[in-house]
């Protein structure tokens, strides 16, 4: 019997990027509305950040070197000569001998060059300051540009907008971001096994997990699910989904009936459409290894595992790829060095993904295997990240420094 047609994760990934696919189209949004969205253009700021010299403290503007050797028991006299208002210009010149009162924030007079904070002054009469310590200049100013230059990149094209980018956004006055379409990815679970959550189920069936955690994946990466869909095993039901969500997404991605059991209809249904064509039924990835990947014209449609744990594993690898050519963004892999707590075994000729959890032990990392049957959801629930045996490895042994790539995106 002909088993699987399977190809590397290399050769996968290079069908992936070799297939033509590009960025899906940009729109505009406003800036909350552009929180977890990638970047579609470089956001530019039209103007130094802050705009103006500005205080950092409550206090007067003077200049600096005139407060040298100012004490608690010699204090430095200035006349008062006025005040900074809040969101307004002053244009007034500080002269010699004279300090402005400014607020936190408030524009410094031209000729200040230094603050000094309320508390050490005190007011002798209407016109005269005392300043009881020296304040050199430079002291609690924010100078103009300081923040962010006119020009200068405050968020980059392919960056996924997070809350402190909004931050900057906003400080450089962007009330809407140009930001990637999201992919539109349709999810079915097959199976008649599969039940939905919130019914009752009998000896024999299981819960969707697949829907809920490719969706979330899917969420998390700011795709749109725009068809989640339970299908049992019946060919022309599960064709007739397929049909309805190439209708309306960028991806398709199906999770069970990947394998070669009697039932497993996916690569069937893919190859039934007009422009259907496997590029692959199985990679040679551990675990994971029964996987499709098909293409019906130009849309992609991935037969993920049925064993929960496998179809996140291979989503993260096959996946997250292919939904990044269409919203481009190349995460940074978030990797954290760690000591193997044990011997580890890999199969050659096969990429292998080994769970496993992190824990700290003095000044380094370290991490423990995690063995479990990749049905078993509570692997990836309890792991910290894996490390990646290519496939000419056979194993790595206790000791060894290693890679481990974690679950969960990061912020670099
Ligand atoms: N003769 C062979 N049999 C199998 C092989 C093989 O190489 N030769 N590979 C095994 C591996 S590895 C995996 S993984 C599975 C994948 O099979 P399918 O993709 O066809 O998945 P199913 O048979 O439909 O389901 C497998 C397992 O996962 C459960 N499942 C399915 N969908 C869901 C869901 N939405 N939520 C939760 N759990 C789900 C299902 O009940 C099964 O227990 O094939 C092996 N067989
Ligand atoms: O390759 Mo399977 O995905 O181990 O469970």
Redesign the pocket.
Known sequence: ME??KTLTLPQVLAHLTDSGITAAHFETVSLLDALGRIAASDCLAPEDMPMFDRSTVDGYAIIGRESAGASEAIPGFFQLAGESLMGEAIEQQLQSGQAVYVPTGGMLPPGADAMVMIEFTEKMDHETLLVYKPSPPGAHISYRGDDVRKGDIVVAAGRRIDSYDIGMLAGAGYDTVCVYRKPKVAVI???D??RPVGEPITFGQ??????YTISARLLELGCDVVEKA?VS?NYEMLRETVETSLAKADIVIL???????TR?F?ARVIESFEGGRLITH?IAIK?????IVGKIDDKFII??????A??LIIFNAVVKPLIYQLMPHAPTPFVIEALLSENVHASPGKDTFQMVQLYREGSSWHCKPIYAK??M?SLLATASGYIHMTNEKEGLSAGTAVDVYLLQEVRL
Do not use: R
């Open positions: 088993f699987f679970s097959t199976g096994e599969v299981i819960y969707d997990v697949n829907g339970l095993d999770s069970g009936g990947s394998s070669v059991g497993d996916t199985g675990p994971g290894k029964p996987t037969g993920l595992p049925g064993h929960p496998s179809a990749s049905g959801m």
